[in-house]
């Protein structure tokens, strides 16, 4: 029954190896494909012209947009419409997007990210870019895979030693009369 027993188990590392593996790259196609890659985007200095609520009536949806000005690596000045989002992502609650203008006070100078291939494209919020995304949930996806293969390792090895074990009697001693 032991050897059933570790069979079973390791059906089930095998098993839990390919869940891990399918959660990773459903966290992978869910975060990062739908954000455009952050790998270009240069950091400068953004002065924010104005905050504004923009509102998708057909949606009933909220996002912030914020109008700044920035000076690129050639020293141009650039004039945009931020986002906190590259996909310019809306909010069904406007309280999400009244919040996230809140933090930007006009006139004032922030940290935000441009795209030198297309100076319209700004946001305000650093980015990780996809290697970083995908080095995380492979390493996730590696712990998790080594906990279960220690996991069942383990049972297994304890299922081993406790399957009976057919008694063998000794060999008689020669002298000893036999039974």
């Not at 309280?95 to 297309?118: E, I, Q």
């Not at 057919?166 to 009369?177: H, I, L, N, S, T």
Request: one cysteine or more.
């Amino acid at each position: 029954m032991g050897v059933y027993n570790c069979i079973a188990l390791f059906i089930l590392e095998f098993v839990c190896c390919l869940l891990f593996g399918v959660i990773a790259l459903a966290l992978y196609f869910s975060i990062v494909a739908p954000m455009e890659s952050a790998q270009g985007f240069l950091e400068t200095s953004c002065i924010v012209l104005k905050t504004n609520i923009d509102i998708n009536i057909f949606m009933n949806e909220y996002r912030c947009e914020i109008s700044v000005t920035y000076m690129d690596s050639l020293n141009r000045n650039h004039t945009a419409t931020a986002f906190n989002y590259l996909n310019h992502k809306y909010s069904k609650q406007r309280s999400t997007a009244s919040n996230y203008c809140d933090k930007f006070t006009v006139g004032n100078s922030y940290t935000c990210f441009y795209n030198p291939n297309d100076y319209d494209e700004v946001t305000m919020d650093r980015l990780w870019n996809e290697s970083a995304y995908v080095a995380m949930w492979c390493f996730v996806s590696f712990c998790s895979c080594a906990g279960c293969v220690f996991l069942c390792t383990c049972l297994c090895v304890q299922c081993s030693s406790e399957t009976p074990r057919a008694r063998v009697k000794p060999a008689p001693f020669q002298g000893e009369p036999a039974d």
